[in-house]
């Protein structure tokens, strides 16, 4: 059983930034990946982006490349989302997830369905 608890939202100006943060419980974080996903109201959950349990592999959604960071500290059970010049529309609940996934491939780590604990989500508002 894992326990994720997300931090770091808040309201921020667009064109600034945030980290989020994920704690986990439990004594195998590290064999488990970490998905971040997000949902807007009216819309549906989207992937976000991903790291491998070692971290050394990520994936990231194609709106979100180059202004999103996923990172991960296995020692403090610790999953990261650096989140960087923030638009509007990236205004949403973030949520973090943990999953096995039994092999490192794209279209598995952007399936909901690969992921197992669930956070309860933390608010991002960005404004203009």
């Known amino acids: 059983q894992v326990q994720l608890v997300e931090s770091g939202g808040g309201l921020v100006q667009a064109g600034g930034s945030l980290r989020l943060s994920c704690a986990a419980s439990?004594?195998?974080?590290?064999?488990?990946?970490m998905g971040w996903f997000r949902q807007a109201p009216g819309k549906e959950r989207e992937f976000v982006g991903a790291?491998?349990?070692?971290?050394?592999?990520?994936y990231y959604a194609d709106s979100v490349k180059g202004r999103f960071t996923i990172s991960r500290d296995n020692a403090k059970n610790t999953a990261y989302l650096q989140v960087n010049n923030l638009k509007p529309e990236d205004t949403a609940v973030y949520y973090c997830?943990?999953?096995?996934?039994?092999?490192?491939?794209?279209?598995?780590?952007?399936?909901?369905?690969?992921?197992?604990?669930w956070g309860q989500g933390t608010q991002v508002t960005v404004s203009t």
């Open positions: 790291v491998s349990g070692g971290g050394s592999r990520t």
């Open positions: 997830a943990a999953g096995q996934l039994s092999v490192w491939l794209p279209f598995l780590t952007v399936k909901s369905t690969s992921y197992v604990y």
């Open positions: 439990g004594r195998t974080f590290s064999s488990y990946a």
